[in-house]
């Protein structure tokens, strides 16, 4: 399928625009469109403009307001519980960070968890924001269900992405960034807009049987009739008992601790199949290096770390093992000087965002 790249400040314009005819107030829709633009130069398309689509339906149906009204519950020196507001994720929890690593620079840690939210793009975006600060940052989310847990075909549980982000004494810091599922369901939505067969063994039907035609997958994974895998895939031989387990840990902090909805309370719909707020759960975390280790000595072990990983024996065919970012980073070099890749089937999508919505930002598609 042809492809065109486009300049990412122009990708980030279209989209702040776009957000701010939908409604979204400007300061906010800059951080929204940073986040998804963010995560289009790092390489993860299932989670920029790709999505861009996603939010302004949601807005449009009802399900998430574009004024993000969120308020602190509770809070204590180290601590914030927090209600969304049912607003942008990405805006509640890029305030919330900002004040919870303020809280780990006066007291060693801050953390967080957040309530009645919506989807807040890529996981890792917010631990970034600690390593920016020469801090260690963790993120987590529950999501609406699509794994099924292991021995069990039903989507129970979300694809609960795990992020920690930790600076380095290289350029690029360590960044995990990873659902708990073997694939996150936007990576099959583009797989979708490529036109391209979902791989064997990342889902399965009702049946328990291997599922790839992309396009129903999409349609019965909201009909439970298809369910995602854990990392691992099925059964236990290969683990997959543990990503099911790591999914699970991710949904008690998003929703233990906040007292919020979990599994299928998230599916967005009521009982009579109407469209209603997914109501998602988060949970953020920040360690100040300075009160265990002097910041330089631990970016030098963890720079060292990387490079004893990276300079060991290599696989035949293979010259050169990354460690989690690594790719990322490279990703933002080549995309900031080549453009963002936008594939025919979604350019058609931006061209009817621009015209159901007014905006003047011209892509050149």
């Known amino acids: 399928m042809k492809v065109s790249y486009i300049d990412y400040k122009k990708i980030k314009a279209f989209m702040k625009e776009g957000f701010i005819k939908a409604g979204v107030p400007k300061e906010d829709a800059e951080i929204s469109a940073e986040v ?3 995560s289009d130069l790092r390489g993860i398309d299932s989670h920029g403009v790709g999505r861009f689509k996603m939010y302004i339906d949601r807005i449009k149906d009802g399900i998430q307001l574009p004024v993000t009204n969120w308020k602190i519950i509770k809070e204590t020196p180290t601590t914030l519980l927090v209600d969304g507001g049912n607003g942008m994720g990405h805006v509640v929890s890029y305030h919330v960070m900002e004040l919870i690593i303020e809280k ?22 917010y631990p970034l924001m600690a390593v ?7 993120a987590f989310t529950n999501a609406r269900p699509s794994i099924a847990p292991t021995f069990g075909v039903e989507p129970m549980i979300g694809t609960n992405p795990i992020s920690m982000a930790a600076p380095t004494d290289e350029d ?6 990873g659902a708990t599922s073997i694939s ?9 807009r490529e036109e391209k067969e979902t791989p ?10 291997p599922y790839t035609n992309t396009s129903k997958l999409l349609i019965d994974l909201v009909k439970r009739k298809a369910a995602l895998l854990p990392l691992g895939g099925v059964g236990e031989i290969l683990g997959g008992h543990k990503g099911y387990g790591l999914a699970v840990m991710v949904e008690i902090l998003s929703s233990a601790f906040a007292g919020g909805p979990f599994g299928k309370s998230l599916l967005g719909y009521d009982e009579k199949g109407n469209k209603i707020p997914y109501g998602l759960g988060h949970f953020f975390m920040v360690i100040n290096i300075e009160n265990f280790i002097p910041v330089d000595v631990f970016k030098r072990t963890t720079g060292e770390i990387v490079r004893t990983l990276r300079n060991s024996k290599k696989a035949p065919g293979h010259n050169r093992i990354y460690v989690a970012g690594e790719k990322e980073c490279d990703k933002i070099r080549e995309r900031k000087e080549k453009g963002i890749p936008i594939n025919e089937n979604l350019k058609i999508i931006l061209k009817g965002l621009k015209g159901d919505l ?7 598609i």
């Open 36 to 38: 998804l633009i963010t």
């Open 104 to 125: 780990a620079k006066k007291y060693g840690m801050g953390s967080a968890a957040i309530t009645n939210s919506t989807h807040f793009g890529i996981d890792g975006y």
């Open 132 to 138: 920016k600060e020469d801090m260690v940052g963790f």
């Open 172 to 177: 690029c810091p360590f960044c995990i960034d």
């Open 184 to 192: 996150q369901r936007g990576k099959i939505e583009q797989l979708e």
């Open 200 to 209: 064997e063994g990342w889902a399965i039907d009702e049946n328990g049987k």
């Open 358 to 364: 007014g905006i003047s930002v011209d892509l050149g």
